[in-house]
């Protein structure tokens, strides 16, 4: 059994079709890089096979089923119809299921109706599976997006980490495309539909691990959004902070929340710029330089850059994280990819072309970008740079990574627009 998961690269996906009482089961090599219309994916597929120990519950049993699914498909006889199923109980196994037929349709309404029937461990393993799905084209992302509406009753960290988390990277994807219609319609959403969960947050490092690791994701995310009791919090913060000269103890968990609230003014800035440089930790260092290139004025981004090339004021070692977390801010990135064309050379010359630090800029800055334009731009770059390229697989990691980028917005666009329209009503 072992051989088939230590001697294949990938991970198998399980397909389930119900039918009455008997459960259909198929898998195959889970894909991303290509869609199932693609030429090569008969040859991608070819010679994979995975003993699979899968487990399962119904709505019949509370008990968890077990079954070793050794051949590329295979039934399971239930006794009696069941209303839905679930695999991979507590999100234990290292697979990812489809259902097929009603079996998402099930799930979504066993959701809707009662949550708690399934553990928080397998709520956030329909999350992850449902967009993971999305992104292989096995499932429509409205479907998905279906499958969240229930997050407004859930009351478990973890789940609504999975789910915040997909909505973030999507806001973060139309906003840096400038689609300005979807872009608020899910800033509108997100405020609106998970405001329950950021008003009863505190502002500390109180509670559990996943407590803590919720309010630093949820507060940055609704303070990014322009939430107005968030924007209030953290900037009488940064006031405080900034008043006592720095010696104000802020809550870890919000820190960088503070710092990059109070980085959008320009003395806020120029104060935080002057912290960086007294600073001996390098932890806060980094939470500094991170708010610093969050700033929404491209002045000051290019000038961040300039420091770190220059290397008194930033320091060398910072540069290419810095690269990164200008690349990241929706008025940096050509800002951090332009700067990475002009300055390749010196770059190249500070860092070792197959350095940690090389491959970081070629995918951080690349990762921005979702149209074909910036595809052939960046293809383009790579081109010119040949004799270096060649050598990187960071290079061909990141013209695979905007391809998928690509693809997924240009199928799952018009579907996020009318499914924000529909739930906005």
Request: with cysteine; hydrophobic share 40%.
């Amino acid at each position: 059994m072992m051989n088939t998961w230590t001697l294949q690269k990938g991970i198998p996906l399980v397909i389930v079709e119900r039918s009455g009482h008997v459960l259909r089961l198929r898998q195959e090599r889970f894909i991303k890089t290509i869609q199932q219309d693609h030429p090569s994916w008969t040859a991608e597929q070819r010679g994979y096979l995975w003993h699979v120990p899968l487990t399962y519950m119904t709505s019949n049993s509370r008990s968890i089923g077990r079954h070793l699914l050794e051949t590329k498909s295979d039934t399971i006889e239930l006794e009696g119809q069941v209303s839905w199923v679930k695999f991979n109980a507590d999100m234990n196994g290292y697979y990812i299921v489809h259902y097929e037929g009603d079996g998402w349709e099930s799930l979504i309404n066993l959701l809707n109706k009662n949550h708690t029937a399934l553990s928080y461990k397998d709520r956030a393993n329909l999350i992850h599976n449902a967009f993971q799905l999305v992104s292989a084209g096995r499932m429509s992302l409205e479907q998905a997006l279906d499958l969240t509406r229930y997050l407004k009753s859930e009351t478990h960290n973890v789940p609504l980490l999975q789910g915040i988390g997909y909505l973030k990277t999507f806001f973060r994807i139309v906003e840096k495309r400038n689609i300005t219609d979807v872009t608020r319609s899910l800033k509108n959403y997100i405020l609106q539909y998970f405001q329950g969960v950021i008003d009863k947050q505190t502002w500390s490092d109180e509670g559990s691990v996943s407590d803590r690791r919720l309010r630093s994701d949820i507060l940055e995310l609704a303070c990014d959004l322009g939430y107005p009791p968030c924007i209030k919090k953290a900037s009488q913060l940064f006031k405080d902070w900034a008043q006592s000269n720095g010696t104000l103890s802020l809550p870890t968990d919000v820190i960088e929340t503070v710092y990059s609230v109070g980085a959008q003014r320009s003395e806020g800035w120029a104060y935080l710029l002057q912290k960086y440089q007294v600073s001996v930790s390098g932890a806060e260092k980094s939470k500094i330089l991170g708010a610093l290139a969050s700033s929404r004025v491209p002045e000051k981004l290019s000038r961040l850059l300039d420091l770190g090339m220059e290397g008194a004021v930033i320091k060398t070692q910072d540069l290419s994280s810095l690269i990164y977390a200008v690349s990241r801010n929706p008025i940096g990135h050509f800002i951090a990819w332009d700067f990475v064309k002009k300055h390749w050379n010196q770059l190249v010359e500070k860092f070792q072309l197959g350095s940690f630090c090389i491959r970081n800029i070629i995918i951080g800055t690349t990762a921005q970008f979702s149209s074909k334009e910036e595809l052939e731009e960046v293809k383009l770059f790579f081109e010119s740079i040949r004799e270096q390229s060649s050598q990187l697989r960071a290079t061909q990691v990141a013209v695979e990574n905007l391809e998928k980028n690509v693809r997924w917005l240009e199928k799952n666009l018009e579907p996020l627009r009318r499914w924000l329209l529909k739930s906005l009503d």
